[in-house]
């Protein structure tokens, strides 16, 4: 039986924490809705600031940063209320994914938060999705903001409909891995 079926999770692009102010709102607003595990993209923010987050009731961040400016960023925030146990962690250097292996309620989680930047190519998710294919364990939660229309009806407005090489390769890729 899964204990951890009910965890609230949300995916959220929040394109910069840099401003104090934003960021207390972001957070205030976050625990309003009692969110258990939080996936935040484009934190923009340094290790330090990254670290302020523990004080919003997130004792268990885990985030990677980029390394010499406030842009990109990704941060996996899980809520004090869950009894988390973190056995790995794998960030990437350039802010753009987080891979962090734990339990919860004796089951194995992976939780993969990713933001790929708009100009990231093929190679970036080739790499990535072997990283996650040789480090997933248990039940794997992936997600974030991979700057890519997957679905025409879900992810766009646009009316062009051609599907270029990134979106036919991630598509099967998460299609293989059983994402989709």
């Given amino acids: 039986m899964m204990q951890c079926q009910g965890l609230k999770l949300m995916f959220l692009n929040v394109n910069g924490l840099g401003n104090p102010i934003k960021r207390a709102k972001v957070v205030t607003k976050l625990k309003k809705v009692k969110m258990h595990i939080i996936f935040l993209q484009e934190t923009h923010l340094s290790r330090q600031e990254h670290e302020k987050l523990k004080r919003f009731g997130y004792k268990n961040t885990y985030y990677s940063s980029h390394t010499c400016s406030h842009k990109r960023g990704v941060a996996i925030l899980i809520s004090n209320s869950v009894k988390f146990e973190m056995f790995k962690e794998i960030k990437d250097k350039e802010g753009r994914y987080i891979i962090v292996k734990g339990k919860v309620d004796n089951n194995i989680l992976t939780l993969v938060n990713i933001y790929a930047p708009p100009d990231s190519d093929k190679h ?35 009316k062009k409909k051609n599907k270029n090489q990134l979106t036919k390769l991630l598509t099967t890729t998460c299609e293989e891995f059983g994402f989709l």
Avoid: P, Q, Y
């Fill in 124 to 158: 970036f998710f080739k790499s990535l999705f072997d990283i996650i294919a040789m480090e997933a364990e248990g039940i794997c939660i992936c997600g974030g903001d991979l700057n890519v229309v997957l679905n025409h009806r879900l992810d766009t407005t646009s």
